[in-house]
Every structure is written in C-alpha cells, then in structure tokens.
C-alpha cells in the first residue's frame, strides 16, 4: 500500500466517520476514528494522528465518557503544540474547555476557551472564535450572569449572521433564550425560541429542534401552564429516545417531573426524577443529578417528608462542592436552612 493510497483512505474513512457522527451514531464514528487513528500512525502523519485524537474525544464525549475525552483533547493537544499547527491547538482547547463545561468545571473551562481564542482570533478563524464565544455565554448563564451572557450572545448572532451560518444563528438563539429566561423575561425568551425553532425544521436538525421545544415547553412551565408544558415535553421525550439522546432524554424527563410537581401531581412528579436520575448517574452528569437532587429535596418538602428532603440536599450539596459549583452549593444550603 502506497502512502498516498493511505492518505486518501484516511479522508475516506473520516468522511463516513463525520456521517455517523451527524446521525449520533458515536460507536460507529469511534471505531472508523480508532482504525484511523492505526492509519495515521502507520503512514506515520502526525497532523492527521492529531485530528484522528480530537476525533476519537469527540466520540466519547458523545457516548458520554468526558474523562476518556479529556485524555485525548489533551494527546491532540500535545500533537498539534509539537507539529505547530495552531488552528488544531485552538480547536483541542476549545474541546477541553467544553469537556470541563459539560463536567461542571467552569472556571477551569473558561481558561481552556480564553487560549483558544486569542489563537483563533490570531488566525482570523471567524467560525472558531464565535463557536467558542458561544460557549463561554452559555457558561456565563449558567455561573448566574445571564446580563453578561446576553451582550455576548448578541455579537455573536450579529457575527453569524454575517457568516451565513443559519445552524448557528438557531444555536445562539436558543442561548439567547436561555438567558432571558434565567433573568425571568419569559416573553422574550420565547420570542428567541420561536425563532429558532424554523431554522431548525428547515435544516431538518431533529436534535436542535428537540432542545427549542424543550425550551418553549419550560417556558410554559414558568408561566404556569404546566398542562401545555407537559403536551410539548411528552413529544420531546418520544424524539430524542429515538434518536438515542440520552442526556436530552435525562433532561425531558426532569423537566416532566417539574411540571408534574407545579400541577401537585407529586408522585408523578418523583417517578420521573427517578428515571432523570438514573440517566445522569449513567451519564456522570453531575449537573443534571445535582439538579435532580434539588428538586426531589423541594418535593419532598413540600409533602413534609423532611428526612427524606434533607438526605436530597445533603447528597446535592456534597456533589456541588465535589465538581467546584458555588450556585448549587448555596442553593443547596437555603433549602436545609429553610427546612
């Protein structure tokens, strides 16, 4: 086999990966990513060998293993610093910092995104800069800066919107939302959602649509139309169980037993935070669980099961101090005191 040859089977290869990896199919993006990665090391060609890593993290971080991600961001990384290829560097830390940002890891996170783009502004990579300028919003809603968030979002949109990057714009929309809802405009929070919502359809992103319907269905729930939330939640669920969107599929099924809990349907209510629960143990969403716990801890309040409330809060304030989150450490603290 000539070394050619083995380039354009590497290109080949990671094409049909790149498919998989649109369909959420990550098993069968990781395995084409592994027998890359044996090809890169075979020809030898360290920037392929480097891509391939980033790849291969990728998919974990898809099959929901960040700390197998972190690793190979990190070997991707190291590659990318000893070839010189800057926008490979940039792209491993942007992944590292949004591996921490999913590990609830956000100061650590917001590092890894700040190198990164001072790299990608260097290069005058337009479409890195605002990815990552996305992400560091969103962490800035959820650290309780949803003001802060919201300038950001909005260069962003103005910046994407000059790209021609319509998946994009739908993406910053949904942050935008996500803001407003936070800072209790719930009016202009589903005016971004609703936005969102026909760009999503017409590049046929089923997941993206799920997340704005999820968001739209929590907007309900704030105003106080559980009834309609449930309507809108119950259709998300059925998605993304199809399309094997676990952490979705955690997150539909909290926001259910939320609404259920509005509508003083407790059992109902803990049922499916018991099913969220489970999920985000499986997944290692510290985040989601702490969240879980939260709430199951109000629930039971609420039907005075004290003992049962505590032990909620107690368990969501241990993880909270565990990955570093100050927001869910002090809310965790009220909700004892106010027992």
């Keep these: 086999m000539t070394q050619p040859y083995q380039v354009k089977e590497w290109e080949k290869r990671r094409d049909e990966a790149n498919r998989y990896y649109k369909l959420r199919k990550f098993q069968e993006y990781f395995d084409l990513a592994i027998e890359n990665l044996y090809l890169a090391r075979a020809i030898p060609d360290r920037d392929r060998e480097g891509h391939t890593l980033n790849d291969i993290g990728l998919a974990h971080l898809g099959c929901w293993q960040p700390q197998r991600a972190l690793e190979r961001f990190q070997q991707a990384l190291l590659v990318a610093e000893e070839i010189g290829n800057e926008r490979a560097e940039a792209t491993a830390l942007s992944n590292l910092g949004a591996t921490y940002s999913r590990l609830g890891r956000f100061s650590l996170a917001l590092e890894y995104f700040e190198k990164a783009l001072k790299i990608f502004r260097r290069l005058q990579d337009t479409q890195g800069e605002v990815s990552t300028l996305n992400d560091v919003a969103l962490i800035y809603t959820k650290l309780g800066e949803p003001k802060r968030a919201l300038l950001l979002q909005n260069q962003i949109l103005a910046m994407r919107r000059l790209l021609g990057d319509f998946s994009g714009e739908a993406t910053t929309l949904n942050g935008i939302g996500f803001a407003y809802s936070i800072l209790g405009k719930y009016g202009q929070a589903l005016e971004s959602f609703q936005e969102a919502l026909p760009i999503q359809r017409a590049a046929k992103n089923l997941t993206g649509e799920a997340t704005t319907l999820n968001n739209i269905a929590s907007i309900y729930s704030d105003l106080g139309q559980p009834k309609q939330a449930l309507i809108l939640y119950h259709q998300v669920l059925l998605t993304r169980q199809e399309l094997g969107d676990r952490s979705g ?16 349907n407790y059992r109902q209510g803990l049922r499916f935070y018991k099913q969220a629960m489970t999920i985000y143990q499986q ?4 985040l989601g669980e ?9 629930l ?3 039907t005075r099961r004290k003992k049962l409330a505590r032990s909620c809060y107690e368990n969501a304030q241990e993880l909270a101090e565990k990955i570093e989150y100050p927001p ?3 809310k965790a603290r009220q909700f004892m005191n106010a027992l």
């Excluded at 716990?293 to 109000?298: R, S, T």
Aim: aromatic share 12%; proline share 0%; hydrophobic share 50%.
């Design 290 to 298: 702490i969240s879980t716990l939260l709430n199951m801890g109000v």
């Design 300 to 302: 039971y309040a609420t």
């Design 249 to 264: 599929e955690a997150t539909t099924l909290h926001n259910i037993g939320f609404a259920y809990t509005i509508l003083a």
């Design 328 to 330: 869910f450490i002090e």
């Design 283 to 286: 997944l290692g969403d510290s």
